[in-house]
């Protein structure tokens, strides 16, 4: 792997001794989905500010043109790793951005769990690493590998999704008319995340169903959103009988994010993302002890940190959404994952960029 690795590194080496085109911008993709988030926030608000250009480079494509592109940028933004950037040489006109694709500091990640001679590498060719909170950088420090000297809490750029005028009544009308939800109901998004233990995986085996409508269909209707690599885990009739709506594939998840009333999930970082939107937040943690034990764990303290309580049965889940759902540490832990919740992420990004720029020009 290192060698394809090295083979790019060369190639894209020889190309950054020709002239950089300074309205050109470079976007590192592995998909149309993965230009979906951040970097599309990024490149609109470049779009505002003049005559730019943008190059589009999928990881899993070579292109010798978008190659040559790529070396020629002026800046070149990243959403993910892309492990060839440890043997690329940019030009020193070049910056390179990471912007990083999840919000906040949850579940450890990266040189904060693994081997992480290949991120410092990646790290040594990086100019600047985005976060959303300046109270997270000694976690971004070490799971990237990076000199704090590079981070910048500038926020996330597709956080100002939730801060632009969206017709939520004409998005929960089309909601309802797809998966034929009563429009009278609130909706409460369940997403659990995946577990290497596979035991765990079915959701199922630890939310009961029967119960959990028979006590609160009339008021709620459960939309489930299961990771990818969960699915294998379930039987799909179940939804057949209407005991819940499966969104899995539903595609747009911030959409979804609000026309959720509340949220239930266990160790995923989409509560962070959903915690700027100021509702109700479970964690459903039937796993924890295990969860714990054998997985990658946390930055933070899963039992005493979480905006929001925990419950470890279907009866305690049931009893703390029909009860209400203690709320009292939202806004602090909110606080504590981003430094300003005000929609201009992508604004604040772009002028630091340009700034920057100026200077090293």
Known sequence: MYLKHKIFGKLFNFFTKLPIDNNLISFIVDSNESFSGNLEYIKDEFEKRGNFNFNFYYKDKLSLDSLKKLATSKYIFLNDNFFPFAFMKCNNQTTVIQLWHAPGAFKKFGGSVENASMLKMISNNTDYLITSSKHIENYYSEAFQIDKSKIKPLGLPRADYYFKNHDVDKLRDNFNKEYGVDSSKKIILYAPTFRENEEFNNVFNYLDLEKFNKRLSDEYVLVLRLH?????????????????????????????????????????????EFGLLNKPIIFFAYDLENYLSNERGFYLDYKKDLPGPIVYTSDELIECIDEGIDSSNLDSFVKTQFDEINGNASKRIVDFVLNEGEKNG
């Not at 209407?242 to 979804?256: A, F, I, R, W």
């Open 228 to 272: 990818p690599k969960i699915k294998k885990f379930y039987s799909s009739e179940i939804s057949v009988n209407g005991d819940y709506v499966d969104c899995s594939d539903y595609k747009n998840e911030q959409e979804l994010l609000l026309l959720s009333d509340i949220l239930i999930t266990d160790y995923s970082s989409i509560m962070i």
